[in-house]
C-alpha cells in the first residue's frame, strides 16, 4: 500500500476541494467555515454538485447526513441520489439544500423529554469544519442534530459551540500579548483502549453479547500479573487486524498512530495524530466503529466496554488536550524558561482555575455504569479530580505564590548514555500514571473517560471552562498599566486560590482519599452520585453564558444519563439471571447428578464414594446459596422498578442491584472454579484471555 497516495483517498478534503471547486467557491466556503458563518445556497449547491461528482467516481449511490445523537454513537440514514426524469429514467442528483439540511425523524432518539412538548422532528445541519468522507459506498456528511425548536439533541452542535467560545477567550487573551491569531482551535489526540476476543467464544458468553462485559468469571490462574503483555509482541491475528484497521482509518483521513498491546492480556491500544477537538472527536467515532467491523474480519471481537474482566485492567481513553494558534503556536507549550513565559503562565492558570471550580462537570463528563467500575479501582485514577503538574511547574509557580524570582535551568537530566543519547529531562512531564488530569509537556491530559466514550463530552467541558477562566483573566489584565507585574499578581492569586487542585503524588492511595477530602476535593465515587451536580445554579450559570446548554438542555441531559444508567443496569441484572438460570445453575445440577451416581455405583460396587459426597455436597451448599443470592437480586429489581423518579431509581439501581449483583457473583465464580470442563456453560475467563494464539 502506497500510505501517502491512500491516506484520506475516501475524503472531500482540501485537495479535493481546491481540485474541483471554482476559486471563488473554494474561497467563500473557507471563509464561511474560518467566521463560523453559514453558506449561502448558491455556494452550496455547487459544493454539493462537486461533491457528488466525486462520490459517484468512487462508486457511490447514497449520501447521509452523519449525526451524533445522545446515544454516544454516530446515526446515519442513507438516502440515494436517484432523483425521477420526465423521461421516466432517473437522473443522479444532490442539492445544497441537501448537503447542508437534513430531516430525519428525531423521536426515537434520547432526547430526555425534551421534544415531548414538541412534534418529534429534528433536523440535521452540516458541519463544514469536518470533511465529507465515504464509508460502504456511502457519502457521509457530518452533520449537527437539532430539534425544530432549536434544543441540541446531539453531542457535536455543543462541542462546536465550546470551540467557538475558547475560541473567543483565547484571541482576548493573545491581545494582552500583542498577538493577532485568526483563529485558536482546541486539540485533541485520543489513545484508544481495546479488548480483543475470540468471536466464537463471545458468541457463547450472554454477558459479553448483551452487555459488553463478563459479569459471571473466576479469574484464570494467569492475569496480568507477569506484566509481559504490555508492548509485548503482536500476536498474527492481532497483527493482522491492526495492519487492516490502519489501512481503513488512513483512506478515511485519520491519523492513526501507534498501536501496541496494552497492560491486560488481549487488551491493545491505538493513538491517532492529534488535531482539532471537533475532527478528533468524529475520527474517534470512526475509529471505534472500524475497530468493531474490521474485528469481525479476523474472527475477533473488539470489546470497547470499560471493563470487560474483573481482576484485570479495564479500558479508558487518554484525552490529551491543548489549545492551538491557526498559526501554529501551542498555547500551552511552556518553552524553555516557563517562569518568564508569561503568555504560558497565563494558560496555565486559566486551566488549573477551571478544573478547581468545575472539578463536578469533569467528573460528570466521564461518568456512566461501564466507567465507575475503572475509576477508583487501581487500575485508573480514582473519581476524584486533581491536576499533576510536576515539580518543575509547581516550583516555578510556588515561587511566584511567594513573591520569588524562580531560578531556571535546574530541571535534573537524566543522562542515558555518554553522548550517543539526548538528555531528558527528569520528571518535567509526567510518568506519574495515577493522575487523572496530568501536565504532559505540551498539553493536558485528561485520563478519566471510559474507552467506550464520545469524547465530545469532555471536551465540551474542558473548551467551555478554559473559555470562562480566559475571559475572566483577561478581563482582569486589560488596561493594566504594567502587565508583567499584573500578570504574576494574578497568577500569584490565581495559584493561591486553586492549589488544592494540585497534588503529584500517588493518586491510587487512600492517603490521597483522605487528603482530597481535607482539602476539600469532591470524590463523587458513582454515577448517580455525580449527575445530580449537572445542573447546579454554577452549571446553569456557566452554560447559558457561552451559549453552550440551556437550562433546559441541561436537565434533559441530566434524565438522558440518568436513565442510561438504569437501564444499563437493569440489563446487566437480567442477563445474569438468564445465564444463571438457562446456564449456570443447570450446569451445577448436571454435576451433581453424575456425582451422585458415580457415588451409588460404587456403593454398589461396595467401595467408598468420599471424593463424590464430599464434592457434590460442596456444590449442594453452594447452589443453595447461589439460588438464594438470585432470588434476593430478584428482589432487588422488582423493588427498584417501582421508583418513578429517575434519580431515585438510578441511586437504587446502584445500592440495591448492583451490590445485590456482586454478592451474587461472589456465590457463583468460586462454584465455577469446581466444575469439570464437560459441565462448564461458557468459555472461561483462560480461554477468553489467552484464547488468540494464531
Ligand atoms: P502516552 O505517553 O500517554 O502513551 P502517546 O504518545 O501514546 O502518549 O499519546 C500522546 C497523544 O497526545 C497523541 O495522540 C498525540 O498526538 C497527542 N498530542 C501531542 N501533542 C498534542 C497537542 N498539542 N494537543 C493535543 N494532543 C496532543
Ligand atoms: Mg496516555
Redesign the pocket.
Known amino acids: 500500500m502506497n500510505v501517502p497516495k491512500t491516506f484520506g483517498s475516501l475524503v472531500f478534503n482540501e485537495t479535493v476541494m481546491k481540485d474541483r471547486l471554482p476559486t471563488a467557491t473554494y474561497k467563500a466556503f473557507k471563509a464561511a467555515v474560518l467566521e463560523g458563518r453559514p453558506l449561502d445556497l448558491p455556494i452550496a449547491n455547487i459544493i454539493a454538485n462537486a461533491m457528488k461528482d466525486w462520490a459517484l467516481e468512487h462508486g457511490c449511490t447514497h449520501f447521509t447526513h452523519w449525526f451524533q445523537p445522545m446515544t454516544g454513537i454516530t446515526a446515519e440514514k442513507h438516502e440515494s441520489f436517484i432523483t425521477p426524469t420526465v423521461e421516466g429514467r432517473v437522473i443522479m442528483d444532490f442539492s445544497g439544500k441537501e448537503l447542508i439540511q437534513g430531516e430525519p425523524d428525531a423521536s426515537s432518539f434520547p432526547s430526555g423529554g425534551l421534544r415531548a412538548t414538541f412534534e418529534a422532528r429534528g433536523y440535521t445541519a452540516w458541519d463544514p469544519t469536518s470533511y465529507a468522507f465515504i464509508k460502504d459506498g456511502c457519502l457521509c456528511i457530518p452533520t449537527a442534530f437539532c430539534s425544530y425548536t432549536g434544543d441540541v439533541l446531539d453531542k457535536k452542535t455543543p462541542l462546536l459551540r465550546s470551540m467557538a467560545a475558547v475560541n473567543k477567550a483565547a484571541l482576548r487573551t493573545l491581545k494582552l500579548f500583542g498577538i493577532e491569531s485568526a483563529q485558536v482551535t482546541s486539540?485533541?489526540?485520543?489513545?484508544q483502549e481495546y479488548f480483543l476476543v475470540d468471536k466464537k467464544m463471545w458468541a457463547k458468553r450472554k454477558d459479553l453479547v448483551y452487555c459488553g462485559r463478563t459479569l459471571f468469571g473466576a479469574r484464570s490462574p494467569r492475569g496480568q500479573e507477569l506484566e509481559d503483555h504490555y508492548f509485548g509482541m503482536i500476536k498474527p491475528r492481532v497483527m493482522a487486524f491492526m495492519k487492516e484497521l490502519d489501512e481503513e482509518l488512513w483512506k478515511l483521513g485519520v491519523?492513526a498512530?501507534?498501536e501496541h498491546n496494552e497492560v491486560a492480556p488481549a487488551q491493545h491500544?491505538l493513538?491517532?495524530?492529534?488535531t482539532s477537538t471537533n475532527v478528533a472527536s468524529d475520527h474517534n467515532q470512526l475509529m471505534m466503529e472500524f475497530m468493531k467491523r474490521i474485528a469481525q474480519h479476523h474472527g475477533l471481537m473488539c470489546l470497547l466496554h470499560e471493563k470487560p474482566f474483573e481482576g484485570v485492567n479495564g479500558s479508558g481513553k487518554?484525552n490529551?488536550?491543548?489549545l492551538?494558534t491557526a498559526e501554529g503556536m501551542?498555547l500551552?507549550?511552556p518553552g524553555k524558561e516557563p517562569y518568564k513565559n508569561l503568555r504560558f503562565l497565563v494558560f496555565l492558570a486559566a486551566v488549573l482555575q477551571a478544573v478547581d471550580l468545575h472539578q463536578d462537570l469533569l467528573r460528570i463528563s466521564v461518568a456512566s455504569a461501564g466507567n465507575d467500575h475503572r475509576l477508583g479501582a487501581n487500575e485508573a485514577p480514582p473519581a476524584i479530580v486533581s491536576v499533576f503538574l510536576g515539580s518543575d511547574l509547581t516550583n516555578v509557580l510556588e515561587a511566584i505564590a511567594a513573591d520569588k524570582v524562580y531560578e531556571s535551568g535546574a530541571a535534573e537530566k537524566m543522562k542515558l548514555s555518554e553522548d550517543t543519547l539526548p538528555a531528558l529531562t527528569k520528571d518535567n512531564t509526567d510518568r506519574n500514571r495515577t493522575s487523572p488530569f496530568a501536565f504532559?509537556g505540551?498539553?493536558f491530559?485528561f485520563r478519566m473517560p471510559g474507552s467506550s466514550f464520545s469524547i465530545a463530552g469532555p471536551n465540551i467541558v474542558l473548551n467551555t471552562i478554559v473559555a470562562e477562566a480566559l475571559d475572566e483573566i483577561a478581563g482582569k489584565l486589560e488596561g493594566a498599566a504594567d502587565l508583567e507585574k499584573a500578570i504574576y499578581g494574578l497568577v500569584k492569586e490565581i495559584y493561591s486560590a486553586h492549589k488544592r487542585i494540585v497534588f503529584n503524588g500517588n493518586g491510587y492511595t487512600d492517603e490521597w482519599v483522605e487528603e482530597a477530602e481535607k482539602r476539600g476535593l469532591l470524590n463523587l465515587k458513582s454515577t448517580p452520585e455525580a449527575l445530580p451536580y449537572l445542573s447546579s445554579a454554577k452549571n446553569e450559570a456557566l452554560f447559558a453564558k457561552y451559549n453552550i446548554f440551556s437550562n433546559l438542555e441541561l436537565e434533559s441531559r441530566e434524565e438522558i444519563l440518568l436513565e442510561n444508567y438504569s437501564t444499563i443496569l437493569s440489563i446487566e441484572a437480567r442477563t445474569m439471571l438468564e445465564m444463571l438460570h438457562k446456564d449456570i445453575l443447570p450446569a451445577l445440577v448436571a454435576y451433581g447428578l453424575d456425582l451422585s451416581k458415580a457415588a451409588n455405583d460404587k456403593k454398589k460396587a461396595g467401595m467408598k464414594p468420599g471424593l463424590e459426597v464430599a464434592l457434590g455436597d460442596r456444590l449442594s451448599v453452594m447452589s443453595a446459596a447461589i439460588y438464594a443470592k438470585s432470588e434476593a437480586l430478584v428482589a432487588a429489581i422488582k423493588e427498584t422498578e417501582l421508583l418513578e423518579d429517575s434519580l431515585a431509581k438510578a441511586k437504587a439501581y446502584h445500592d440495591k442491584v448492583l451490590a445485590a449483583m456482586e454478592e451474587l457473583r461472589a456465590e457463583v465464580d468460586p462454584a465455577e472454579e469446581l466444575l469439570g470442563e464437560k459441565y462448564l456453560p461458557y468459555p472461561t475467563y483462560g480461554e477468553l484471555l489467552f484464547g488468540v494464539n494464531d
Not at 187 to 191: A, L, P
Not at 271 to 274: E, L, Y
Open positions: 486539540t485533541v489526540g485520543s489513545e491519523l498512530k501507534t491500544e493513538a491517532p495524530i492529534f487518554h490529551n488536550w491543548s492551538a501551542n500551552l507549550d504532559t505540551n498539553k491530559e
